[in-house]
């Protein structure tokens, strides 16, 4: 079955680079993918989609790009601020469920 | 509409009780999903209604476990003889009818801690 692999490990950044979270998946291709913030405490909140013949997708500060030889989807954060700081979490749709990834914390210091 | 709702939003219990939580998801959204998270981890399958029809169940739901959704509308998650491994975050969440690209819209969740 589809497996979904995100970096464990929170991620330290400053204030105003860029963030780049990891979403790597086995097997096949997810025709499409989709990331989501979660905060403490809270339901996650829908991002963006990707689909499989997309190479990249923006919205506003976030980018997202889906590497199909690498099986591997990027999610950018440029310009990044103390309020992004939240987990994120990678997803994919299986036939009929969303499956998501364990998620990677971002940690903005000002 | 305000999004989706879930309540109650904390719940204690002693190992052993019964437990049900409550969903009312965005009026117009055909599908409603249970998920279960626990610290550390993503969102965890747990079983999904289009309308009244509950479509599909995870192998992490047990027997314990039991799901509603009577009316195609609100939703009801209940756990029998709760253990202190039912302890987690339980969320819903539902979505229009548009096939596998829809978006998820959660709640906040119900948090269980047994005791």
């Known amino acids: 079955s589809q497996k979904i692999e995100q970096n464990s490990e929170a991620l330290n950044i400053q204030e105003g680079k860029t963030a780049t979270l990891t979403c790597n998946y086995t097997n096949y291709s997810p025709a499409y993918l989709q990331w989501y913030r979660q905060d403490p405490g809270r339901g996650p909140v829908f991002l963006l989609l990707?689909?499989?013949?997309?190479k990249e997708k923006r919205k506003e500060r976030l980018k997202v790009t889906f590497d199909t030889t690498l099986k591997q989807s990027l999610f950018h954060i440029t310009a990044s601020q103390p309020a992004d700081s939240a987990t994120y979490l990678c997803a994919h749709w299986g036939y009929s469920t969303l499956t998501f990834g364990k998620g990677t914390m971002l940690l903005v210091s000002p | 509409d305000t999004g989706v709702s879930q309540n109650p939003r904390h719940k204690i219990t002693k190992r052993g009780q019964n437990v049900t939580f409550r969903c009312d998801p965005i009026s117009e959204h055909n599908r409603l999903y249970w998920y279960r998270q626990t610290l550390g981890q993503g969102p965890e399958f747990l079983t999904y209604f289009q309308n009244e029809a509950q479509l599909e169940k995870s192998r992490l739901l047990s027997d314990r476990f039991s799901a509603e959704r009577p009316k195609g509308s609100f939703s009801t998650l209940e756990i029998q003889r709760t253990e202190q491994g039912d302890s987690a975050m339980y969320l819903c969440?539902?979505?229009?009818?548009?096939?596998?690209?829809?978006?998820?819209?959660f709640g906040e969740g119900s948090r269980l801690t047994v005791l």
């Open positions: 969440a539902s979505s229009a009818l548009q096939g596998s690209a829809g978006e998820l819209f």
């Open positions: 990707i689909r499989e013949n997309e």
